[in-house]
C-alpha cells in the first residue's frame, strides 16, 4: 500500500513539474504586434498559437540565407506581409508535428505497428506546406501571364489619352478584374504613394513577381522613364508582344492536349471498351465449345 501511495505521490509531483515547465515555456513567447501585417491564411490562422510558439524557439536557428530565399517565395505569393520566414518554417514543422500525430493514431487505431508510418507522417507534413506553396506559385504566374496583354490594353489606352504613367497605372487598376497582377500593381502604387521613387516601385515589382514577361515590360518602362521615349509606343509594342505570346501558349497548349490524352485514354478508356466488346465474344466462345 506504501508504494502504491509513493508512485502516485511521484506521479503527482511529475504531472506538476511537467504543468509548471509547459506554462513557462508558453508564457516565454512575446506577443506579437500585427497591427500592420495581413491575415495568415486559413489553415494557419487555425493552429497558429502552436505556430507563434515554434517560431519562438526555432526561428533564432534559421541562416541568413534561407531567410532571404523564403522571403522571395513568400513575396510572389503575397505572404511577405502576413508571414516571415521564420514563421513559415515553424508552419511546416507544426503541420509535420499534427499530420505525424494524426496518422500515427490511425495507425495504431487499424492496427498497424512499426515506425515507418509515424515517419511517413511527419515527412509529408512537413513537405504538405512546400507543395501548396509550389502551386500557388505555378497559379500566379499563369495568372500574371494570363491578364497581362489585357492589363497593358488598358494602361496603354490611358497612357495615349494623355495620363502620366502613375495615373494610367492607376486607371488600369481600377478598371482591371481582381487577380495577382492586378494585386501588384495596387501595390506598387500604394509604394509610389508612400514616398518611393517610381523606378525603384517598378523594380521591386519586377523582382517580387519574378517573371521574364514582366522583367521584359519593367525594362522597357525604366528604360522610357531614363530616356524620355514615348511611353505609349513603347507599351503598345509590349502589349502586342504579350498578346501573341499568350496566343503562342495557347497553341502549345492545344498541341500537346493529345499527347496528354494518351495515358487516362490507354489506363481508363480501352480496358473499358475493350470489355464491352469482347465480353460478348467471350461468352459466344464459350457456349459453341459447350
Known amino acids: ?18 504543468a509548471v515547465f509547459a506554462y513557462r515555456i508558453v508564457t516565454a513567447v512575446e506577443a ?7 491575415k495568415p491564411p486559413p ?10 510558439l515554434a517560431t519562438h524557439y526555432l526561428g533564432p536557428l534559421l541562416s541568413v540565407e534561407y531567410r532571404e530565399k523564403t522571403i522571395r517565395r513568400l513575396r510572389k505569393v503575397e505572404l511577405d506581409y502576413a508571414l516571415s520566414p521564420q514563421q513559415w518554417f515553424a508552419s511546416k514543422v507544426v503541420y509535420a508535428c499534427l499530420i505525424g ?11 498497424a505497428a512499426g515506425l515507418a508510418i509515424p515517419i511517413a507522417g511527419f515527412v509529408f507534413g512537413f513537405c504538405y506546406l512546400e507543395i501548396w506553396m509550389r502551386d500557388r506559385i505555378k497559379r500566379t504566374e499563369i495568372d500574371v501571364l494570363k491578364n497581362l496583354p489585357a492589363f497593358l490594353d488598358m494602361l496603354t489606352l490611358a497612357i495615349e489619352s494623355g495620363c502620366n504613367l502613375t495615373v494610367g497605372m492607376n486607371i488600369a487598376v481600377e478598371k482591371t478584374p481582381d487577380n495577382a497582377l492586378r494585386r501588384a500593381f495596387a501595390r506598387l502604387l500604394r509604394e509610389i504613394r508612400s514616398g518611393r ?13 519574378d517573371n521574364a514577361a514582366v522583367s521584359s515590360l519593367i525594362s522597357a ?27 503562342a501558349r495557347a497553341e502549345k497548349l492545344a498541341m500537346e492536349a493529345p499527347v496528354k490524352m494518351l ?21 459466344k466462345m464459350v457456349g459453341a465449345i459447350n
Open 101 to 111: 500525430a494524426l496518422v500515427t493514431l490511425l495507425a495504431l487505431w487499424v492496427g
Open 197 to 209: 521613387n517610381r523606378i525603384d516601385a517598378l523594380r521591386m515589382l519586377e523582382e517580387r513577381l
Open 221 to 247: 518602362l525604366v528604360q522610357a522613364e531614363k530616356t524620355g521615349a514615348s511611353l505609349g509606343m513603347v507599351l503598345r509594342a509590349q502589349s502586342t508582344q504579350r498578346t501573341n505570346e499568350r496566343f
Open 43 to 52: 489553415a494557419m490562422a487555425r493552429v497558429w498559437p502552436l505556430i507563434a
Open 1 to 18: 500500500m506504501t508504494e502504491m501511495y509513493l508512485l502516485a505521490g511521484a506521479f503527482a509531483m511529475a504531472m506538476m513539474f511537467a
Open 263 to 283: 495515358g487516362p485514354l490507354i489506363l481508363c478508356i480501352f480496358p473499358c471498351t475493350f470489355v464491352v466488346i469482347g465480353f460478348p465474344i467471350v461468352v
Open 32 to 38: 506579437e504586434d500585427r497591427t500592420y501585417a495581413d
